[in-house]
């Protein structure tokens, strides 16, 4: 697993490089990566994409906001890998 990369996706993201964040995680493949690239497009606006990303997350839809679910993305991120 890629514990920079995906610390880099959620740097692009909250810097508002969403393309950037997008193509960094978008070839890693584990359960972050699909809760980053489904914070991305819900904040996209493609909620249907992002529900699918959401569940191969296995996490539950949310409409939190944006920044602070990014926080906690991070935070767990930090933790467990």
Same mark, same amino acid.
Do not use: C, P
């Given at each position: 697993? /890629?514990? $920079?990369?995906?610390? =880099?996706?959620?740097?692009?993201?909250? /810097?508002?490089?969403?393309? =950037?964040?997008?193509? &960094?995680?978008? $070839?890693?493949?584990?359960?972050?990566?699909?809760?980053?690239?489904?914070?991305?497009?819900?904040?996209?606006? $493609?909620?249907? /994409?992002?529900?699918?990303?959401?569940?191969?997350?296995?996490?539950?839809? &949310?409409?939190? $906001?944006?920044?602070?679910?990014?926080?906690?993305?991070? =935070?767990?991120? =930090?933790?467990?890998?």
């Amino acid at each position: 697993m /890629n514990k $920079d990369e995906l610390l =880099k996706a959620i740097s692009f993201a909250d /810097n508002g490089n969403w393309e =950037k964040a997008h193509l &960094t995680v978008q $070839d890693i493949d584990n359960e972050y990566a699909y809760w980053i690239h489904a914070n991305l497009h819900r904040e996209e606006g $493609d909620i249907s /994409n992002s529900k699918y990303w959401y569940r191969r997350a296995g996490r539950e839809y &949310t409409e939190v $906001d944006f920044k602070v679910e990014r926080e906690n993305i991070f =935070k767990e991120i =930090k933790g467990n890998l």
